[in-house]
């Protein structure tokens, strides 16, 4: 089992930039794949971006695409989601998540199911 907590949201000008991170506890860190998610108020939760165990595969969501990037670091078993370039629809709670699922294709698809979550962090982009 691992815990999961989101750190770094906060208020930004649009243009701006914002790195979240989130460290895990537990064990077994590099064996899951990691994704973070969004949900803007009356919407569903979306999947971001998502990153392999290794860290050499990666999947980033069409919204987010050129302006984001996610990273791992699994010897201090934290993952970050770099995002640049933001915009007001990018505001919305970010949730890091971990999916036990082995098959690394499978994993990084929007639709994978993830077992654990993190309590989520406020991203608020003015215009």
């Known amino acids: 089992q691992v815990q999961l907590v989101e750190s770094g949201g906060g208020l930004v000008q649009a243009g701006g930039s914002l790195t979240l991170s989130c460290a895990a506890s537990g064990r077994g860190f590099s064996i899951y794949t990691m994704g973070w998610f969004r949900q803007a108020p009356e919407k569903e939760r979306d999947l971001v971006a998502a990153i392999s165990r290794s860290g050499d595969m990666s999947y980033v969501g069409d919204s987010v695409v050129g302006r984001f990037t996610i990273s791992r670091d699994n010897a201090k078993k934290t993952v970050y989601l770099h995002m640049n370039s933001l915009k007001p629809e990018d505001t919305a709670v970010y949730y890091c998540?971990?999916?036990?699922?082995?098959?690394?294709?499978?994993?990084?698809?929007?639709?994978?199911?993830?077992?654990?979550w993190g309590q989520g962090t406020q991203v608020t982009v003015s215009s």
């Open positions: 998540a971990a999916t036990t699922i082995f098959d690394q294709t499978r994993a990084l698809s929007p639709g994978a199911p993830y077992d654990y």
